[in-house]
C-alpha cells in the first residue's frame, strides 16, 4: 500500500496565493437559463451546480477582471458539424410528453435511462455548445487569451449517440472551430472519466492530441488503456495514462506535469482545450479519486503557465458544492484573483455549510497507485511522444480560415465586433449570412457537368443532401423538359404541343405510326411540318414553319431523333451512348435502357402488324416530361392491358406523346 502524500500547498494565510505568469484576459461565458433544467428526479447530473459556481464567481468580485457573455445557442446546422442530421433532429423533436412514439429512435441512439429525455433537452445542449463554440471563435480572432466555458465539457457525447450523461459533444465542436485557424490542438482531459467522444472524433488524425487522465478497469466507459495509441495518421496521438483508486494531490502532480511537458515540447500545439470534470475531486459521488480543490486547480495552473490560447469547460462531477467551489476557484486562478478562504454570502450560502469556506480537503482513502507504477506508465507515454517528434502532416495543408461565423480577414472581425457590441445575443449578423448565401469562393461547374447540361441530362437529386443543382439550370419553370444550353425558344415545344396533326396520329396508331407519317405522309401535308434547328430567337420559328411550307418534301431524319422508340427518352441515343466520359448518371440510364431492350423488340414487332389496331401504349414520360426510371419491362405490359378500357389513359397518352416528340426535336437540333 502506498503511502498517504500530503496536498499541494498553495495556501497563504487566510487568503489562497493562485500562482501568478503573466495577466491573460479572459473571456467568461454564462446563461443564466442554465441552472433552470433538470434531468429527471434523482438523477446525479445537476445543471444548477453551474449556476452555483457563478454565483461565488459575482460574490468574489471576480468577474470585473474579466468579460462576462452570454453566447447564443448552438443551432442545429452548427451541431451537426459534428453530429448526425437525424440524431440532432431526434433531440430537436423529442419530450417527455411524445418520447413513447420513438421508441426506436431512443434505443437507436442511446437515449432512456443514463441519459433520459427531459424538458428542454435541446435547449440545453444549445447552451452547452454554443459557450464552447463561441469561446474557441474568439481565440481565433484572438479577442481573448483564454476562454472558460463551465456549462461545456460534456466529452462522453457520440457522433449519433447519447452517452454518460451527454448529448452533444460541445468540446468536438470547439476543437472542430479551432483548427479553422490552428494546425494543431491539444485536448487535456483531468475528469475522472475517459473521454472517449473525443477521442474517437480524432482517433484518426495527428491535427489533435488527446491526453487524459482516468480511472480505468470495471468503470464506465471501460475505455482508455494504455495501448490506445491512435490509428493511421493518428498514431500516437492520443494518449492516456490509466489510473487507480484514491490518486492524491502529489502523485498526480508528479505524472501530470512531466506528461504535459513532454506533449508542449514535441507535439507544439498553437491552441489548448482543458476538461475540468470536478468528479475527480475527492468525495464524488460517482468518483473514486482524492485529489483536493488545491491539487484540481494546480493542473489549470500549470496549463496557464504555456501562454496558449485556452479553452477551459467543465465537466462532470456530482457533489454539486465542491464542484461549486472548485471552479469559483480556478476562475479566479485564470484571472490572478486573490480569493478568501471564507465564502462570501450569497443566495446559495447555505449548500456550503458546515464550514463554508472555499476548500475541498483530501480524505484519508487508500491511494492504489504505486510509485513504480506511476513512473512505468509515464515513461512509456513519454516514449510515445518521441515518436511523434517529425513534422505533423497538417504542416504541408492549407489551414482554412473560414469560421464558423464565416470570419475571413480583419475587417470582417472589426465589423463583426461592432455588430456584436450592438446585438450581444446575436451570433450571426446579417452581413454573415448574406455571405453565406453567396459565397466568394463558390465552387464552379466542372467540364463534365457543363457537358452534360448541353446534353439536356438530369442529375440524379437524391444523391447528396447539400449541395445545389446547378446542372439543370435551364430547365423551362413548368415544362419538365431540360431545355438545351443552346436556347431554344420555348415557341418550339408550344407549337408541337398545339399540332393537331401530330395528336391525331398519335391517338390512331401510337409513336410508331407516328414515326412512318413523319417519313411518308409529309408530302400531302406540306403546311404540317415540324420544326428544323433549334430557334436562337422567339421569331426563328415561325420563319422555319414558313420556309418548310414552300419547300414541301419529307425531311430526312436527324441525328438523336428518337421519335420512332416509344419508350426510350431522347438522352439514351447511340450517338450519346458513345461518349468516352460517363458519370453515374449516365451509366444508371444505359443499364435502364438495357434492360427495356426485349420490350422494345416486342414494341417493334407489334407495330408490324398493321391488322393489330391497339390503343396506344402509355409511355414511360410523364405529363411534366420527365423520365419514370421506376417503371420495368414488367410494369409497362401491365398497363398495355389497362390501357384498352382506361379511357381517360387513352385521352391522356397524345399529349404525353407530343411532349415527347417535341423534346425528340428539341435535343436532336
Known sequence: MASHAAPVDLANGNGIALGSSSPKKVAYFYDSDIGNFAYVAGHPMKPHRIRLAHSLIMNYGVYKKMEIYRAKPATRLEMTQFHTDEYIDFLQKVSPENMDNFQREQTKFNVGDDCPVFDGLFEFCGISAGGSMEGAARLNRQKCDMAVNWAGGLHHAKKSEASGFCYVNDIVLGILELLRFNKRVLYIDIDVHHGDGVEEAFYTTDRVMTVSFHKYG??????????????????????NFPLRDGIDDSSYKSVFEPVISSVMEFYNPDAVVLQCGGDSLSGDRLGCFNLSMEGHANCVKFVKSFNRPTLVVGGGGYTMRNVARTWAFETGLLVDAQMDRTLPFNEYYEYYGPDYELDVRASNMENANSPEYLEKIKNQLIENLRRTAHVPSVQMQDVPRHSLGAMTDEDDAELDDLDEDENKDVRMTQRQWEQRIERDDEYEASDNEEMEKANGIRRNGSSRRTFQDYRNSDVEGDSGVATPADGTSESVIKSKETDEVVMKDVEDG???????????????????TKSTEGAEAAGVAEQEESLAEIQGGPKPAKNGDKSGKATTPPQDSPEKQDQPSKDDDEVMQDAVDESRQPEKETEEKRSAEPEAKKPPKESNIDKDGDVDMDETPADQKQNDSKAAGAEDRAEASPATEAVEKTKDTTTSS
Open 218 to 239: 470495471e468503470y464506465f466507459p471501460g475505455t482508455g488503456e494504455l495501448r490506445d495509441i491512435g490509428i493511421g495518421a493518428g498514431k500516437y496521438y492520443a494518449v
Open 510 to 528: 401510337g409513336r410508331e405510326a407516328v414515326a412512318e407519317a413523319s417519313e411518308t405522309a409529309t408530302d400531302s401535308k406540306p403546311d404540317e
